[in-house]
């Protein structure tokens, strides 16, 4: 267990390193901050000037050591659009980007077991020709639609929850309702999927003939066994959020992460933020598909150790 | 899905020797016959046919007026029912363009983008996933390690920092696409390759001296050929919703173009007041198309899957 945590920690570092690299060659190579952050009309005096003042008259392999020791301590560049140290100004948006994240976690997982259950226990009947409608279309309208509709109905006609903005738990939930309908839908799919296949299966057979309720076999006896498949597909599914829609939705409810971060900065013109808003996020992805792997371990130790 | 390549490679044999009806006119009629049963398939197919008609034929389609025209005493009117005039079905937007010509420029883009992108996906990805199956060795553990580090770098990330780097274009959102879908097509392919790569009709054509392109190209692929159609579908779909995600953050096409993502964007500062319909037809137009694309795949994988195929093979009248 340790050798295989061990390698697979290894190749985890791997992919972040190999991410960054690809990140670095796109903003320094193929252009470069200086550029982006000018207006095209701008002399070559003062390109010049821009360029001495971000390091990038040096050599390309002088900046690529500084910007990879810089990530090892932590350090992403500074932002010339706020003045500060991109690092600090991502990581304060981090939390509220977290935030987002798991309660969208939170309504994916809640709607889509029992859903799943519910539409395995009554197959091929009404509850599971119900659920199959609600996640065909659920995964078929754009995140950021179904936000705007929730707003709609939500915030302005019925003024239960703030239109917009992070003001406290009310605030939270209907972007994580916009962001986990899609992952709750296509998760209900694979959870149904799953439980009938297993209801198939001898030891099922055996459990329902000797009188157990389809119920009681589902929960008791199936759940388990689809509960790993169910574990990746939320981390399939957390992955996805980070880098998907969480920044489109942050967008739509004015939400203050990391996200609408970067698209701010894209408008600002600042390379070096975005840069950074990316790297942590992809950071994140390779870390949750690594907690993804050791969590599938502990609750099927079946799995191989590859 | 192993099953389902393994019954086609012995149908392909059997029709081979018997000479009998060729292999894709049996397929075909299945697949008709199929489709008949399934309510998912026809509305699907209706959907997506509609939806590439309007989108090919859109400027000549008749009354419909230009999307780009703006006419600012009529900004906001609402649709037929809620108070409007058929002058303008949908009602028109902020500058009193009007929204169904709006609604059918914009479905050109959709198709535009997301079929072009999910092409130079299904091409290249399908390709890597070939050689690295076949091939096997140094180059299987690069494009192998090259499609993780994919699956860790999203296209959204790729996207946010291509746009910083580059600027928005509707170019840029068509690699974006592709290249985070491409490796869908690898792994698939490469798992199909590995599987067949031990079959008796490969091994015979390597034991006579085909050389390994001919064997990729004129054996392998084509045994691929049921699966990959059913991954570009399902692929289209995430396709068009993100490009409308990318339209929608001001990363695509540019005004005064028009895409259904854009729409959004555009028509997001009236959804608390008067001007609702902006946002709900063009959200509308994606999720209907989204969902039409969805039900084909659904479809197409029950028809792929080989236990309900044969159900419907035996169901079918003469069989």
Redesign the interface.
Same mark, same amino acid.
């Given at each position: 267990m340790l050798r295989w945590l061990a390698r697979r920690i290894i190749a985890a570092a791997l +992919?972040?390193f +190999?991410?960054t690299s690809?990140?670095f060659v #796109? $903003?320094h190579v193929? $252009?470069d901050p200086a550029t982006?952050s000018l207006p095209l009309e701008a002399s070559e005096e003062h390109r010049a000037q821009r360029r001495a003042a971000l390091g990038i008259d040096r050599p390309l392999g002088v900046q690529y050591w500084d910007f990879v020791s810089g990530l090892v301590v932590g350090d992403l560049g500074e932002s010339f659009w706020q003045n500060q140290p991109a690092s600090k100004l991502v990581l304060e948006r981090l939390p509220a980007t977290l935030k987002l994240v798991a309660g969208a976690t939170a309504v994916t997982v809640l709607l889509a077991a029992p859903m799943g259950m519910l539409a395995a226990w009554w197959e091929r009947r009404f509850p599971d020709h119900a659920v199959l409608g609600f996640s065909? %279309?659920s @995964?078929? %309208?754009?995140?950021?639609?179904i936000g705007?509709?929730l707003? @709609?109905v939500f915030a302005?006609q019925l003024g239960w929850v703030p =239109?917009f903005g992070s003001r406290g738990f009310a605030s939270l939930i209907l972007p994580s309702f916009a962001i986990g309908l899609a992952s709750a839908g296509r998760l209900a799919q694979m959870t149904r999927r799953g439980i009938v296949e297993e209801l198939r299966k001898p030891y099922a057979v055996t459990a329902l003939s000797r009188g157990f309720s389809r119920s009681y076999t589902i929960v008791h006896h199936t759940f388990r066994n689809v509960a790993s498949g169910f574990v990746t597909m939320t981390g399939w599914e957390l =992955?996805?959020m980070f =880098?998907?829609?969480t920044?489109?939705i942050e #967008?739509?409810f004015a939400w203050p992460g990391v996200g609408r971060l %970067?698209?701010q900065? @894209?408008e600002g013109r600042d390379?070096i933020l #975005?840069?950074a808003?990316?790297v942590v996020? %992809?950071t994140l992805? #390779?870390v949750t598909?690594l907690l993804v792997d050791i969590a599938r371990r502990m609750i099927d130790p079946r799995v191989e150790l590859a | 899905m192993t099953a389902t390549d393994d019954t086609m490679a012995s149908e392909a044999g059997t029709g081979a020797a018997d000479a009998a009806p060729p292999e894709g006119v049996t397929v075909l009629a299945d697949l008709r016959s199929h489709l008949r049963k399934s309510k998912a398939g026809i509305s699907g197919i209706i959907i997506c046919s509609l939806f590439a008609l309007v989108a090919i034929l859109g400027p000549w389609l008749p009354l419909i007026k230009d999307p780009t025209k703006q006419s600012l005493p009529d900004r906001l009117t609402p649709p037929v029912g809620w108070g409007g005039t058929w002058a303008h079905p949908l009602g028109t937007d902020q500058l009193g363009r009007d929204i169904l010509a709006r609604l059918i420029d914009g479905a050109r883009i959709s198709l535009l983008v997301s079929v072009t992108a999910v092409i130079i996906a299904a091409i290249l990805g399908t390709v890597l996933g070939l050689v690295a199956g076949y091939i096997g060795g140094r180059i299987d553990t690069l494009i192998v390690s090259a499609a993780d580090v994919q699956m860790a770098f999203p296209g959204v990330l790729a996207g946010l920092i291509l746009v910083a780097a580059f600027g928005p274009s509707v170019w840029l959102v068509i690699i974006v696409v592709a290249i985070s879908s491409w490796m869908v097509f690898t792994r698939v392919g490469r798992n199909l390759v590995l599987t067949l790569k031990t079959s008796l009709f490969v091994e015979a054509s390597e034991l006579s001296g085909t050389p390994s392109s001919r064997v990729m190209w004129r054996h392998l692929l084509p045994n691929l050929v049921s699966s990959l159609i059913t991954l570009c579908v399902l692929e289209l779909a995430a396709a068009i919703l993100a490009e409308s995600a990318f339209a929608f953050l001001g990363f695509g096409v540019q005004p005064p173009r028009s895409s259904w993502g854009l729409m959004i964007q555009q028509g997001r500062n009236y959804v608390t007041g008067d001007g609702w319909w902006i946002v709900t037809f063009a959200g509308l137009a994606i999720a209907i198309v989204v969902l039409g694309v969805n039900l084909l795949s659904l479809w197409l994988q029950s028809f792929n899957d080989v236990a309900e195929r044969e159900q419907i093979i035996l169901e079918r009248p003469g069989a």
């Open positions: +992919v972040v +190999v991410v690809l990140v #796109v $903003t193929f $252009t982006v065909m %279309a @995964i078929s %309208a754009p995140p950021f639609w705007y509709l707003i @709609i302005v =239109t =992955t996805r =880098t998907g829609y920044v489109v #967008v739509v %970067a698209v900065a @894209i390379l #975005v840069q808003a990316v996020l %992809a992805v #390779v598909n | -």
